[in-house]
């Protein structure tokens, strides 16, 4: 069983940046892929930054440039460095690791989330 929790979240002001974590427990030897994803209000949840176990990144057009993954497997946290936010970068951001079955179906967790407000 592995268990995700993500910190970091809070409110800032256009322009500002944040640091996200996700710090996760139990085994991540099969683990293949973590991700960031952001649930604006009203809103599907929708792809931000994904970090593979080699290191391979991507990041959703929006806020390329801006965001910046990372991962620290000794400490088994994934970090989102969040630059030059803006007010539409504003809701809930969830971590998931993703993992090989290994004969049988893939499979992957998710963290509760941290909110995340630019408002000014």
Same mark, same amino acid.
């Given at each position: ?10 409110s ?14 139990g ?17 599907e ?13 991507? !990041?959703?057009?929006?806020? +390329?440039? @801006?965001?910046?993954?990372?991962? =620290? ?7 989102? #460095? ?6 539409e970068?504003?809701?809930? !951001?969830?971590?998931?690791? +993703?993992? @090989?079955?290994?004969?049988?179906? =893939? ?7 941290? #909110? ?5």
């Open positions: 069983q592995v268990q995700l929790t993500e910190s970091g979240g809070g800032v002001q256009p322009g500002e940046s944040l640091r996200l974590s996700c710090a996760a427990t085994s991540m030897a099969s683990m293949y892929a973590m991700a960031w994803y952001l649930q604006a209000p009203g809103q949840r929708i792809h931000i930054a994904r970090i593979t176990s080699e290191g391979v990144t991507r !990041y959703a057009e929006s806020v +390329q440039g @801006r965001f910046h993954i990372s991962r =620290d497997s000794a400490k088994n946290t994934m970090y989102l #460095q969040m630059n030059n936010l803006k007010p970068d504003t809701g809930v !951001y969830s971590c998931t690791a +993703q993992f @090989r079955g290994y004969g049988r179906p =893939d499979y992957q967790y998710w963290g509760q989330g941290t #909110q995340v407000t630019v408002s000014s």
